[in-house]
């Protein structure tokens, strides 16, 4: 990756779910909206429109948090739907918040696929973003899909798979 690169999350997410379709939205300009995308779009308008971020004694809640890794492995940006600061005594310090939090990447999603627990792609996409959040807040976040049709959460194996997700990713960047 050079380092005077850098690419958004939304895009590799793009890109590896259908090359023909980044094609479309990113270099020609060129698409026509379907039920599935409108569908996409409001979930992510209502969970981007900050209704959703508030603290009570358990946790503090961010939605639409923009975040970043440049180092140059990486050199990535983007926002996460949701951020979950889960107040835990062994968790991780976070000084903008004063505390230490056990934290959760919550990417929301309209529909779960119909085999398996997870996209790989959608997997992909919260990967880069965990990177992203760890190097921002200094942190390990726990990293989850919420889909909206089922309204199930689906934990991402980044503890035990984290090196091969990396892999995946850096073949596409």
Not at 12 to 25: G, S, V
Not at 87 to 102: A, P, Q
Not at 113 to 126: S, Y
Request: aromatic share 12%.
């Amino acid at each position: 990756m050079s380092e005077d690169v850098t690419i958004n999350i939304r895009d590799i997410q793009h890109y590896m779910y259908c090359p023909r379709r980044f094609a479309l939205l990113e270099v020609n300009d060129d698409w026509a909206e379907n039920a599935f995308v409108v569908k996409a779009n409001l979930l992510h308008e209502n969970v981007h429109s900050g209704e959703r971020n508030f603290e009570n004694k358990r946790k503090i809640v961010r939605s639409d948090v923009s975040v970043y890794n440049d180092d140059p492995k990486y050199n990535i940006f983007g926002v996460v739907d949701c951020i979950e600061f889960v107040r835990d005594k062994s968790g991780d310090y976070i000084d903008t918040l004063d505390g230490t939090f056990r934290v959760e990447i919550v990417e929301y999603k309209p529909t779960r696929p119909k085999a398996g627990e997870f996209n790989q792609t959608d997997a992909i996409q919260v990967y880069a973003q965990k990177l992203c959040v760890d190097n921002v807040f200094h942190c390990n976040s726990r990293c989850f899909l919420y889909y909206a049709d089922v309204r199930r959460r689906s934990e991402l194996p980044f503890d035990t798979q984290g090196a091969e997700y990396d892999k995946m990713l850096c073949d596409y960047l």
